[in-house]
């Protein structure tokens, strides 16, 4: 197994990440014999990648950050940098190696204190005598000051240091930031290369993991998340029904209130297994007296974190939110697809009657401006208009037609 099996339905990057992998270690080898390296290389110091969601941006950032870890002894045989049995693979894969920063955030954006913390530890020299790789999966969650605090390290890298940039799109990162980057687009796996991968690596069975792959439309974690979490099930049966309960404005603000409480729900469940854990930790941290009294001069930290997390639940209900939308979308583009006659595979063929009913109960037309009124209502989450307020009118909406 080497490090790009999970990199899925993405042949051509893969390509280019083994190519650069390649250069990268006949770098660190001259280096090391005290030679000069080679002049051409299609290795660089920054990398951005951009793809749906689902495509695995990540995925292929930490499998090319753990390709230009490798110290496989193959590799003066002839063998590609990535076997994925090395220490140097395994470690980065798994998220404990010294040299391989990955940063991810629970947060609505990344400030510039936060940033400023990155960049410093950029400059290090890698402990390995490699490379100091720096993932960064949520680029486009940078505020703008926070970009700007990044580019000058972008512009001006330590000898050893790789960023690797995640983003949805080359819109969502700084014009100055992404012009001194080189860009990698990735597609939406293909259904059959994403069942695949379910059944391979996590044992699920083949009719399942076909389900979910298709259920998805070749989002990996979400299909991975389908096949092995019963409340994701219920979730998305609970989404598929609202189409057909919008017939009167109760049944619309009633759906539209249970849609907004399951996210609500399943922020308390993070916020339940995360918050108190933290909260403990930090009072230790600090040296809380019996009965957990705290000492003079720590209320600012807790209040910090009370905050952190107030943060945190708030987008976790919005990507929670975000997901049933997204469902939602993909039940109307189906409906959409019977009342055109196309060919094309139904991504929630498991709930073919709700979807025949729809189809021949509206028009195309119809169906088209269900699909906006979804868009618009994640244009709304987006732009912070109140969860509730946004799915009531979307459901409204939806029932119009």
């Given at each position: 197994m080497t490090v790009w099996d999970d990199v899925v339905g993405q042949e051509r990057v893969?390509?280019?990440?083994?190519?650069?992998?390649?250069?990268?270690d006949l770098r660190v080898t001259a280096e090391a014999l005290g030679e000069r390296p080679p002049a051409a290389s299609k290795m660089t110091h920054a990398w951005l990648f951009t793809g749906p969601p689902g495509s695995g941006r990540s995925t292929a950032a930490r499998a090319f950050a753990a390709a230009l870890q490798c110290v496989s002894p193959d590799r003066a045989l002839g063998g590609e940098p990535g076997c994925g049995f090395c220490d140097g693979c395994h470690t980065a894969l798994i998220g404990t190696h010294a040299d391989v920063d990955v940063i991810r955030t629970d947060l609505l954006s990344i400030g510039v204190k936060d940033t400023r913390e990155l960049v410093r530890r950029a400059q290090l020299s890698p402990a390995g005598r490699r490379w100091q790789v720096i993932i960064l999966e949520d680029a486009d969650r940078l505020t703008e000051g926070a970009g700007n605090v990044l580019l000058k390290a972008v512009e001006e890298p330590a000898p050893r240091t790789v960023w690797l940039l995640c983003a949805p799109s080359l819109e969502d990162v700084l014009p100055t930031i992404r012009s001194r980057c080189r860009h990698l687009t990735l597609r939406t796996p293909p259904v059959a290369a994403v069942a695949d991968v379910l059944i391979r690596r996590d044992g699920i069975e083949p009719d399942v993991a076909a389900t979910v792959a298709r259920?998805?439309?070749?989002?990996?974690?979400?299909?991975?998340?389908?096949?092995?979490?019963?409340?994701?099930?219920?979730?998305?049966?609970?989404?598929?029904?609202?189409p057909l309960r919008v017939e009167d404005i109760g049944g619309c603000l009633r759906a539209a209130q249970e849609l907004v409480d399951a996210a609500a729900d399943d922020a308390k469940q993070v916020a339940d297994e995360i918050d108190g854990k933290e909260t403990e930790n930090l009072k230790a941290a600090l040296g809380a007296g019996p009965g957990g009294r705290m000492p003079r001069g720590t209320a600012g930290a807790m209040k910090e974190l009370e905050d952190r997390?107030?943060?945190?639940?708030?987008?976790?209900?919005?990507?929670?939110?975000?997901?049933?939308?997204?469902?939602?979308?993909?039940f109307y583009r189906d409906v959409l697809a019977l009342q055109l006659g196309s060919e094309v595979a139904l991504a929630n063929d498991d709930v073919r009657d709700a979807l025949d009913r729809i189809?021949?109960?509206?028009?195309?037309?119809?169906?088209?401006?269900?699909?906006?009124?979804?868009?618009?209502?994640?244009?709304?989450?987006?732009?912070?208009?109140?969860?509730?307020?946004?799915?009531?009118?979307?459901?409204?909406?939806?029932?119009?037609?």
């Amino acid at each position: 197994m080497t490090v790009w099996d999970d990199v899925v339905g993405q042949e051509r990057v893969q390509a280019q990440l083994s190519a650069a992998a390649r250069d990268a270690d006949l770098r660190v080898t001259a280096e090391a014999l005290g030679e000069r390296p080679p002049a051409a290389s299609k290795m660089t110091h920054a990398w951005l990648f951009t793809g749906p969601p689902g495509s695995g941006r990540s995925t292929a950032a930490r499998a090319f950050a753990a390709a230009l870890q490798c110290v496989s002894p193959d590799r003066a045989l002839g063998g590609e940098p990535g076997c994925g049995f090395c220490d140097g693979c395994h470690t980065a894969l798994i998220g404990t190696h010294a040299d391989v920063d990955v940063i991810r955030t629970d947060l609505l954006s990344i400030g510039v204190k936060d940033t400023r913390e990155l960049v410093r530890r950029a400059q290090l020299s890698p402990a390995g005598r490699r490379w100091q790789v720096i993932i960064l999966e949520d680029a486009d969650r940078l505020t703008e000051g926070a970009g700007n605090v990044l580019l000058k390290a972008v512009e001006e890298p330590a000898p050893r240091t790789v960023w690797l940039l995640c983003a949805p799109s080359l819109e969502d990162v700084l014009p100055t930031i992404r012009s001194r980057c080189r860009h990698l687009t990735l597609r939406t796996p293909p259904v059959a290369a994403v069942a695949d991968v379910l059944i391979r690596r996590d044992g699920i069975e083949p009719d399942v993991a076909a389900t979910v792959a298709r259920a998805t439309q070749g989002h990996i974690g979400r299909a991975r998340r389908l096949s092995t979490d019963e409340r994701a099930r219920a979730r998305r049966a609970t989404v598929l029904k609202l189409p057909l309960r919008v017939e009167d404005i109760g049944g619309c603000l009633r759906a539209a209130q249970e849609l907004v409480d399951a996210a609500a729900d399943d922020a308390k469940q993070v916020a339940d297994e995360i918050d108190g854990k933290e909260t403990e930790n930090l009072k230790a941290a600090l040296g809380a007296g019996p009965g957990g009294r705290m000492p003079r001069g720590t209320a600012g930290a807790m209040k910090e974190l009370e905050d952190r997390q107030k943060r945190r639940k708030t987008r976790t209900q919005r990507d929670s939110l975000d997901l049933a939308l997204t469902d939602l979308t993909g039940f109307y583009r189906d409906v959409l697809a019977l009342q055109l006659g196309s060919e094309v595979a139904l991504a929630n063929d498991d709930v073919r009657d709700a979807l025949d009913r729809i189809a021949r109960a509206s028009t195309p037309e119809g169906t088209l401006r269900r699909i906006e009124a979804v868009v618009s209502c994640r244009q709304a989450l987006d732009s912070n208009v109140a969860p509730l307020l946004a799915v009531e009118a979307m459901a409204v909406a939806l029932r119009a037609g």
